[in-house]
């Protein structure tokens, strides 16, 4: 009995042993998007801070393809080990609707939120609007078409974030035409040169439009005002309401990854989203810093899967229920 009961005890303490030792070998983290882009940018960064925090190699491997659906599908599949890892951005919530994949967020393991980087209320510098109040007050009194977004597909994470906040304020967010085209830049063109009248980006992207005096910003979709950016409300300044939105990027995980894995790789993340390095980069570069952990981080993607499938739907964009 002595010796069954030793052996039991020795079995539990070398797999303990072994759990303990994780990572023992390289990890995979997958980027779903081109490198030199601005989330390959950020997941190199994070990279390089978890190699120190791990103690282990991790390697950087931009799979993409299918506006983001093939990266984002190799994180499903892979094995859930703790070795391969990948950037999940703020698409991962709505290929389901739109019939781009087959996978909700309940097929990851959420690891940690790292990047936030709202969305604000771009207009051209002589436009008729003077507060963010007066311009939700003239779209909903527009007839459907009048006023128009450009720099993005239709159902894009900042599309989705000014669709939602229109919801939210009553208006229909189909009274808003998406002109579309690929970036930022093209879409700072047509709003300078009156092709649209809006813009729902990030502060950094309409930093140069804004600095040369050719835009102004109406509010950011944030619950604090950027230091960078001191004179812009915030919505809760701006008509009294709480709402956080933009697009966003989070380490996540095939789902089934074992709980102790995910709550050291947790961890890692927590300390190298506030380490000095990457605090200094995200700054330079304009993106924001928004921490969760892996519980938190589930609730959000909950809360996201369902809000962006409601926003999709009233767009005329989801394909399922």
């Known amino acids: 009995m002595n010796r069954i009961l030793l052996s039991a005890v020795a079995v539990l303490m070398s797999g303990a042993a072994a759990m303990a030792e994780y990572p023992e070998r390289p990890i995979s983290f997958l980027v779903p998007w081109n490198a030199g882009g601005g989330t390959d940018a950020i997941a190199r960064t994070f990279a390089a801070g978890l190699e120190k925090e791990l103690g282990a190699k ?3 491997i931009n799979r993409t393809g299918g506006a983001g659906v093939v990266g984002h599908q190799a994180m499903v599949t892979a094995e859930p080990d703790g070795y391969t890892i990948g950037l999940g951005t703020a698409e991962l919530v709505s290929f389901y609707w739109n019939g781009q994949a087959d996978f909700t967020y309940e097929a990851y393991t959420p690891i940690s ?7 604000a209320f771009h207009v051209a510098a002589d436009s008729e609007w003077k507060d963010l109040r007066q311009a939700l007050d003239a779209i909903k009194a527009a007839p459907a078409g009048t006023y128009k977004i450009a720099g993005m597909a239709p159902g894009a994470a900042y599309h989705i974030a000014l669709s939602e906040l229109l919801q939210k304020e009553g208006i229909d967010p189909v009274n808003i035409t998406v002109i579309p085209t690929q970036g930022a830049a093209p879409g700072f063109q047509e709003l300078v040169s009156g092709g649209v009248e809006i813009l729902p980006f990030s502060l950094p992207e309409g930093r140069t439009m804004l600095e040369a005096g050719k835009t102004r910003v109406l509010a ?3 619950a604090e005002r950027s230091s960078a950016f001191p004179d812009v409300p915030t919505l809760k300044e701006a008509i009294d309401l709480d709402y956080v939105n933009g697009t966003w990027r989070g380490i996540v995980a095939p789902a089934g ?6 709550a050291r790789l947790s961890q890692a993340s927590q300390k190298v989203a506030e380490s000095e390095e990457f605090k200094a980069f995200m700054e ?3 993106y924001g810093i ?3 952990n892996a519980e938190e981080f589930t609730a959000f993607l909950k809360e996201k899967q369902a ?8 767009l005329k964009l989801r394909v399922r229920d």
């Open 257 to 262: 990854l074992p709980a102790d894995i995910q």
């Open 58 to 60: 991790i390697t950087v």
């Open 307 to 314: 809000s962006v499938g409601e926003v999709l739907g009233l």
């Open 220 to 222: 950011t979709f944030d």
């Open 290 to 292: 928004s921490y969760k």
């Open 113 to 119: 939120l790292i990047n936030l980087d709202p969305a």
């Open 284 to 286: 330079k570069q304009g």
